[in-house]
């Protein structure tokens, strides 16, 4: 089984910054992309970062600039930091990775449960 446990959501004041952390365990042979998205009250869940095994990132228009993605491949980890934050950014923000837990498997994408962004203003 693989297990994505996210960390770092809170209640922040406008203009401030977070740091979200996203830690994968399991089996796992490899780890291709892996990315943060984001959910807000009664809207689709949407992509706001994402980088490859290579690092190539890309980004969400309405994030760019503010937000960094980084991964760590011997740790497993991904993180995303967000700064300038503001209430239009409140929302649960989940981990996804796309990987295979052996060398016959194909890949596929995991999502962890989300931890939970507050932006006041």
């Known amino acids: 089984q693989v297990q994505l446990v996210e960390s770092g959501g809170g209640l922040v004041q406008a203009g401030e910054a977070l740091r979200l952390s996203c830690a994968a365990s399991g089996r796992i042979f490899s780890i291709n992309a892996m990315a943060w998205y984001r959910q807000a009250p009664g809207k689709l869940r949407e992509l706001v970062a994402r980088?490859?095994?290579?690092?190539?990132?890309n980004y969400a228009d309405s994030v760019k600039g503010r937000f960094t993605i980084s991964r760590d491949s011997a740790k497993r980890t991904v993180d995303l930091q967000v700064s300038s934050l503001n209430p239009e950014d409140t929302a649960v923000y989940f981990c996804?990775?796309?990987?295979?837990?052996?060398?016959?498997?194909?890949?596929?994408?995991?999502w962890g449960k989300g931890t939970l962004v507050t932006v006041s203003s």
């Open positions: 980088i490859t095994s290579g690092g190539v990132t």
């Open positions: 996804n990775v796309n990987l295979r837990q052996s060398y016959f498997d194909s890949s596929g994408d995991y």
